[in-house]
């Protein structure tokens, strides 16, 4: 059984019953995009795209067209959700954090796998953000996020 934080539930004011556990399979599958993408320790995408002879045999194109479709729809969703200024103001916020880490000494950005790790986490918790962004402003504030429109 999945522990209890992960299937509590929630009732929306329409009477639908939600659970959290969406929140977790979203930061799961946002981590997995960057880290699967890209990564210090060479078991990544790019890696094996840059190391095949033909790079259209096999599923090589199907692969390529699947990553291509996911970033696609990520980086759709990080500027429909936040908008420039919010993507930026979610990024200082992440090294806000990681030079937070690093003064502590935690992690040693001059270090190579340090920082590519802590980039590349970075990375999929803003995807993840992106993702959930709107959810969290319907929560802090009753309104989902609405499209602007050139009527003042």
């Given at each position: 059984m999945l522990p209890g934080f992960l299937t509590k539930t929630a009732k929306t004011k329409t009477g639908k019953e939600v659970t959290y556990l969406q929140w977790w399979v979203t930061l799961l599958m946002s981590l997995a995009l960057a880290i699967g993408t890209w990564n210090p320790s060479g078991y990544h995408f790019i890696h094996y795209i840059s190391n095949v002879d033909n790079i259209l045999s096999g599923f090589n194109p199907f692969g390529i067209l699947i990553?291509?479709?996911?970033?696609?729809?990520?980086?759709?969703?990080?500027?429909q959700s936040l908008k420039l200024y919010g993507a930026i103001l979610t990024v200082i916020i992440l090294s806000a954090f990681i030079w937070g880490l690093q003064e502590?000494?935690?992690?040693n950005v001059a270090d190579f796998d340090q920082a590519g790790w802590a980039a590349?986490?970075?990375m999929g918790l803003l995807i993840w953000?992106?993702?959930t962004a709107s959810i969290m402003w319907k929560k802090?504030?009753?309104v989902y996020t609405t499209d602007s429109t050139d009527e003042e």
């Open positions: 990553m291509l479709a996911l970033w696609l729809l990520a980086i759709k969703s990080i500027f502590y000494g935690i992690i590349t986490i970075g953000f992106g993702l802090l504030t009753g």
